[in-house]
DNA sequence: CTATGTGCAAAGGGTTTGCAAGTAG
DNA sequence: CTACTTGCAAACCCTTTGCACATAG
């Protein structure tokens, strides 16, 4: 447990949204002006595979990463590219169900117009 | 309707299964060895944004390209890595209503080990 | 002490871009 | 003809790697 890999923790625990490598990194260095991209990278990939804080793959964009470690699924609104979280229970056991096999697990992102961009239009 | 497009969308449409677009580059030289990767990705971004054919993005992989313009979801083998489509008919309905919300779209894949896979461990 | 983590710079994979030359319609 | 497409190389973004040095425990 270094200083480097507190402080990221720290910020991610403290921010209530999806942040990315490069966020963290802009605010770590505040902090920790010495702090590297490499070492914000090493301590996000060991955190999320020791299954501290959750990742997520964005389609074409960067990671992002959250403090929530719980299973949950996603909610993009394609207009402000707000991103947030939702739960949808029962989905894993009825897709098994329908699959008709085990399951890993599964990946579901929900795109959506939110209100304001809704109305926007 | 270049030589190329015309080449490209020959390939996906003769294969039933998801192309990288490196892959796709690689048979396309076979018959057009002066063809180049900007072009393939040129062509293939045009025809997926058209419609014309469907785009997979895959956690921190390669982009795959297929025939199916269907809306559909995925499976995928965590142990070897195949990509097969599934439907989940009413999953949109369903997501609307859990929501409370119009839905734009959905993304969900669901990862498996293939019979295969399973019974090596 | 010693294994592990750091910072740096350089490399890596996948994809896009700028531009001069070529081609479809 | 003229706008669009090609091929090439270089640039791009995000992420990882190699390595000498520093530090946690």
Known sequence: MTRQRELILQ?????DRHL???????????????IAMATVYNNLNAMSEAGVIGRVHTDGGADC?????EKHDHLLCDGC???TNV?????????R???G?????????VHCLCREC???R
Chains 1, 2 share one sequence.
């Open 20 to 34: 990315t490598a490069d966020e963290i990194f802009f605010l770590a260095k505040l902090k920790l002006p010495s």
């Open 101 to 109: 096999q085990e399951i890993e697990s599964y990946d579901l992102t």
């Open 87 to 95: 739960r949808f229970p029962g989905l894993e056991a009825q897709l």
């Open 65 to 69: 990463f959250e403090r929530t470690t």
């Open 118 to 120: 809704r109305s926007r």
């Open 81 to 83: 590219g707000r991103l």
């Open 11 to 15: 910020i991610l625990r403290q921010s």
């Open 97 to 99: 169900e329908t699959l």
